[in-house]
């Protein structure tokens, strides 16, 4: 006998449409299929066999996160394709700063009201984000929670497990004084300081919908741009050039960020004029009359990812790094100080 309550449906969860939205995202996971998926969709946990071949000491590591507020862009603009690749993205590069190589992802969606399309739709975009780092969706929870969400809105987490080798995890304490800092750019606000975002352009359907010649698109769509997802880069990276640290800018900026993959006793410093920041933050800036030190304390100015190196590998870096497709350019430098950032 097929699943259904009445009573349930009554209280405003329709199980049936639960189903429906499983069936609809089949198609978006199966794509993200590696060799080590041994499960389906459906069961109570997804199986998945780790190829560790030529990894001596396996070493796991896990990130999870969320969207945050930015999707509350996604709710005025009705676009809900491209949040899912955000909600990878906040994942797999934290756990790429290890220099571990993602394995499987799981979300977790909540909503007000199950609109089976609507779900796929998200789903789409986290199939999106788990093809563009490697991973495979293994599994995931849809779950309709009337009266705790507007059932028009709903939130996205998710969780991805990569595995590094023990001896291959990066050594940030080997940094020392003269290194070099590399910037790999960011693609807009990925998915950090959208509070001070929507506070700024006092979001609604009509102000998103303005267009902005220095940004050469809608504020809403470079709003919704999708975080940047580096990890086959900086794979590539690690098989050909010694990274001593990784840091991944969000929330907290430069100033948070950065200071994470720092030794005591050493500082990054940086010449904010080296900084190729984005039309998106020169405008945030301006709207809001935000210090400029705030704006490098909450975003991420146009600089997604920073890899420390020595000096001498600091050219081989921004080669490797604008062959493997993303933008990368010299930064700054490493120094003896307690600051942990220098920005002058």
């Not at 946990?45 to 070493?59: A, Q, R, W, Y």
């Not at 050219?315 to 930064?331: F, M, P, Q, R």
Request: net charge negative.
């Amino acid at each position: 006998m097929k699943s259904f309550s009445e009573s349930y449906k009554n209280a405003g969860v329709d199980v049936t449409a639960g189903y429906k939205a499983v069936e609809l995202m089949k198609e978006h996971v199966k794509r993200t299929a590696t060799a080590g998926v041994l499960s389906g969709i459906g069961g109570f946990g997804g199986l998945f066999e780790p190829d560790l071949t030529g990894i001596n000491k396996p070493v796991f590591v896990s990130g999870t996160d969320g969207v945050g507020t930015k999707l509350k862009i996604a709710f005025l603009m009705d676009k809900h394709d491209t949040i899912g690749i955000d909600c990878v993205a906040m994942c797999v590069n934290d756990i790429i700063c290890c220099g571990a190589k993602p394995q499987f992802f799981l979300d977790y969606i909540a909503v007000g009201k199950n609109y089976p399309e609507r779900v796929a739709e998200i789903v789409s975009g986290i199939a999106d984000g788990c093809v563009q780092s490697g991973c495979a969706l293994v599994g995931g929870e849809t779950a309709e929670m009337p009266g705790f969400y507007p059932v028009d809105e709903y939130d996205v987490a998710g969780f991805a497990v990569g595995v590094v080798d023990k001896d291959k995890i990066l050594k940030p304490e080997t940094q020392k004084a003269g290194d070099v800092l590399v910037a790999i750019k960011s693609s807009g606000v990925h998915s950090n300081g959208f509070s001070l975002v929507r506070k700024v352009f006092t979001v609604n359907e009509q102000n998103l919908a303005r267009h902005y010649s220095e940004l050469g698109c809608t504020l809403g769509d470079a709003l919704l741009t999708p975080t940047k997802i580096y990890v086959k880069p900086i794979l590539s990276l690690l098989e050909q050039v010694n990274v001593k640290a990784i840091s991944h800018i969000t929330g907290g900026g430069f100033y948070e960020n950065i200071p994470r993959s720092l030794p005591n006793g050493i500082s990054a410093k940086i010449a904010k004029n080296d900084v190729q920041v984005l039309p998106i933050f020169d405008l945030i800036q301006s709207v809001g009359n935000i210090p400029e030190r705030d704006m490098f304390n909450t975003f991420n100015m146009g600089v997604g990812m920073i890899a420390s190196v020595d000096k001498n590998d600091a050219d081989k870096t921004v080669e490797v790094l604008n062959a493997s497709g993303v933008e990368a350019y010299i930064l700054g430098e490493l120094v003896d100080s307690e600051d942990g950032v220098i920005i002058c």
